[in-house]
């Protein structure tokens, strides 16, 4: 009972420190002119898609976008290192999320045509918004308590719609496109 209620306070506080964090992270980024949403149950700050991407493309549409995602990196590199969230936070995972519409669209690479689809699309964008961050921030510098590169990245593709959003009309469509910062708890030490 003891090591149970020892670790369920332990959760508690690393639940606090991550509150305080995407917090702190939305506070700085609204005084940058970056609007971001803040879900506070999953533990998660979302980016919509549309100011970041063109419809079914997975660069940067713009200078705007790519500094965005430059001053969120500074954000997060920053208040990181003024706390010690490294206890609280295991790993951020860039998410990349698509909507329900079917692409099948072909790029030309060095080793030919490669067609993506929407599962495809979501992980190039995560994977790009890690390299934009990276190559400015050094992100992949960053680590948890235990030494774990901090950041990681993942595609879901149309598979994890908003709550309640049926992907049936566009603004729906439009909310599914997105890319999130999912801030993993870090497991519970006694």
Do not use: C
Not at 20 to 32: C, P, R, S, T
Not at 73 to 90: G, H, L, P, V
Not at 110 to 136: D, W
Not at 144 to 149: C, F, R
Request: a neutral charge.
């Amino acid at each position: 009972i003891l090591t149970f209620q020892q670790k369920s306070q332990a959760d508690e506080n690393n639940r606090a420190q991550r509150e305080h964090l995407l917090n702190k992270i939305e506070i700085e980024l609204k005084e940058k002119n970056i609007v971001v949403t803040i879900d506070h149950e999953k533990g998660s700050m979302r980016l919509s898609s549309e100011n970041l991407f063109e419809q079914s493309k997975f660069k940067l549409k713009n200078d705007q976008a790519k500094e965005n995602i430059i001053k969120t990196a500074q954000t997060i590199k920053k208040i990181w290192a003024e706390d010690s969230y490294d206890k609280s936070i295991n790993t951020i995972f860039i998410e990349g999320h698509a909507d329900s519409d079917y692409i099948n669209d072909a790029y030309s690479g060095s080793k030919g045509v490669i067609r993506i689809g929407n599962e495809e699309l979501s992980t190039l964008r995560a994977i790009e918004i890690f390299k934009v961050m990276n190559t400015s921030e050094k992100i992949d510098e960053m680590k948890n308590s235990d030494g774990g590169t901090l950041f990681s990245y993942s595609g879901y593709g149309s598979s994890r719609p908003l709550i309640g959003n049926t992907n049936k009309d566009s603004s729906e469509k439009q909310a599914n496109r997105r890319i999130e910062f999912f801030f993993a708890l870090m497991p519970p030490k006694v």
